[in-house]
Nanobody, 122 residues
Framework: QVQLVESGGGLVQAGGSLRLSCAAS????????MGWFRRAPGKEHEFVAA????????VYADSVKGRFTVSRDNPKNTTYLQIDSLKPEDTAVYYC???????????????WGQGTQVTVSS
């Protein structure tokens, strides 16, 4: 089982940027697709972005295209989510998750981190 730990969240003004990191334990990180989801207060988990095991393929939710960039560094067992032009509606807990294949669906992911809070002030 791979364990995931997110970091990099915080309070930022609208228009600012953050880079979230997700560090994975274990030596099989490069075998898994990695995804990012977010959960705003009172809402369900929302797919944000995902990246294939080798990093060649990425997918994004329409709501974040052009502002969010997912990447990974397999030797460092880490995946990243660069968030630019932050909006108040981006406020949520952001989670990274691992899957056997790229998926936009929460049920497609086998293991999850604990989340990191992103709060965007207007």
């Amino acid at each position: 089982q791979v364990q995931l730990v997110e970091s990099g969240g915080g309070l930022v003004q609208a228009g600012g940027s953050l880079r979230l990191s997700c560090a994975a334990s274990g030596r099989t990180f490069s075998s898994y697709a990695m995804g990012w989801f977010r959960r705003a207060p009172g809402k369900e988990h929302e797919f944000v972005a995902a990246i294939s095991p080798g990093g060649a393929a990425t997918v994004y939710a329409d709501s974040v295209k052009g502002r969010f960039t997912v990447s990974r560094d397999n030797p460092k067992n880490t995946t990243y989510l660069q968030i630019d032009s932050l909006k108040p509606e981006d406020t949520a807990v952001y989670y990274c998750a691992g899957a056997f294949t790229v998926s936009r669906v929460r049920s497609g992911y086998a293991f999850w981190g604990q989340g990191t809070q992103v709060t965007v002030s207007s």
